[in-house]
C-alpha cells in the first residue's frame, strides 16, 4: 500500500516545482483559467490510485503560473496518499503561495470511488468583479 507522502518527495521540494513569469498586464483583473484531466494520487486509506480532473481558476498579480512547470508538479502527486480535501488544499496552498493572485479557486472533480462522486473546491481570495 502506498503511504502518505509517498513518491520520495516533500512537500516543500514539490512545491518548489512551481514556476512563475510576470503578469504583462497587473494593472488588469483579469481571469486565468487551466483543465487538467489527468491528475493522479493515491488513497492513503487503500492504496489504489484516485483519478482526478482539476481546474484552476486565477486573477493574476504581479505573477502568473507558468504552465510546464504546473504540469510537472500536478504529476509530482502520482505516489502520494493523499485524501482529496487534502490535495486539493495543497494544491491551492501552493500555487499562492507561488504567485500571490489576487483571487484563486481550485477544484479537485474525482472520479466515483465506491458509488460517491466528489468534488472539493478551495478558494483564496476575494473574486474581483466582472
Known amino acids: 500500500m502506498k ?16 514556476e512563475t ?12 483559467r487551466f483543465e487538467c ?6 488513497c492513503p486509506k487503500t ?3 484516485d483519478f482526478a ?10 505573477s502568473c503560473i507558468e504552465l510546464k512547470s504546473l504540469k510537472v508538479y500536478l504529476w509530482s502527486f502520482r505516489d502520494v496518499g493523499a485524501f482529496h480535501e487534502a ?13 500571490a ?3 484563486m479557486e481550485v477544484e479537485g472533480d474525482f472520479n466515483v470511488r465506491g458509488g460517491i462522486h466528489t468534488v472539493v ?3 483564496h481570495g476575494e473574486r474581483p468583479p466582472n
Open 3 to 18: 503511504r502518505p507522502g509517498g513518491g520520495g518527495m516533500t512537500a516543500r521540494r514539490r512545491a518548489a516545482m512551481l
Open 21 to 32: 513569469f510576470t503578469n504583462p498586464n497587473p494593472q488588469r483583473a483579469y481571469e486565468i
Open 37 to 42: 484531466p489527468e491528475f493522479t494520487c493515491v
Open 47 to 49: 492504496g489504489q490510485p
Open 53 to 62: 480532473t482539476f481546474r484552476i481558476r486565477y486573477f493574476p498579480a504581479a
Open 87 to 99: 490535495v486539493t488544499n495543497q494544491i491551492l496552498d501552493d500555487l499562492v503561495r507561488a504567485c
Open 101 to 103: 493572485p489576487r483571487f
Open 121 to 123: 473546491v478551495a478558494r
